[in-house]
């Protein structure tokens, strides 16, 4: 399934606990200001970890699936596609797959991933890609899963 | 005053309240991982907002100074100048400019600055630059001063 970039129209049809934020934009001759997260955000519960992924034109990184950190993703440079899976047993969505394309300036959204999706990423623009994450629990190797980007366990191919 | 770009040597001679942080790139084929800011780092006080500000070469943005909110600054893409002023009235440091230089890969620190501490920053990179700000309480107008980058009361000329 893709979703188109209209978040108005894709909300109510994510998988269950993915959220879609519009971020403001704001212009400037000198450079943009770029929102992202703000504590006072319905959205926002705690923060713990705030780091960037670069992301070379043309690779992968995934497939992760975290047991209990929520990722909040936005790309403020270049361009990602975000595949995301839902395996949790006992989710309304499981055996759902969503594809998203992150970027500015018409797909510059703050996703909301919660732990139990397996999600991965791929850079589609010429430039490297920024990929930013504000996790509301610090990187805890301990309480992540990952899986080959080619495997079989997963219903989709990059 | 110019300072260099190794932390060990000019931790001890920064304004008063000011701190840098080294920070990890975890470098990878497919793209780094890099570092900014964990809700366990010895000095992080509470997260306010996460936000970018793009510089385009050779223009400034500044000055500002908070009464309220500490920046958490650093700059994964291209190269930013950024001066510091102290005109704190009761600080140890009143009166001192200090200039840094941050971005990647020498130079990728994260830098707290608290209330009251005047700050202006410029892109010195040909791609424009990004500079990320986890702040300690989210952006509110009604707490920053604002001075033109060529004012008077402020002992430097961009």
Redesign the interface.
Known sequence: MTLGNDISQIAGSLIDGVLLTQLKQISD????????????APDFT???????????TG???GWKCHELQTQNIAV??GRIKLVIYDRREKSASQGIIQEFELGRPDAYFRISIPPGIWYAFS?ISDE???L?N?AD???DPGECKVLEMRTREIPYKW
């Not at 001759?29 to 006072?40: P, Y």
């Not at 923060?47 to 070379?56: A, H």
């Open positions: 001759e000198r450079g943009a200001v770029l929102h992202m997260l703000r504590s006072d705690q923060f713990g970890e705030c780091y960037f992924s670069e992301v070379v690779c992968v990184k403020p440079r850079c490297t890609a920024l930013v504000c629990v610090p990187h």
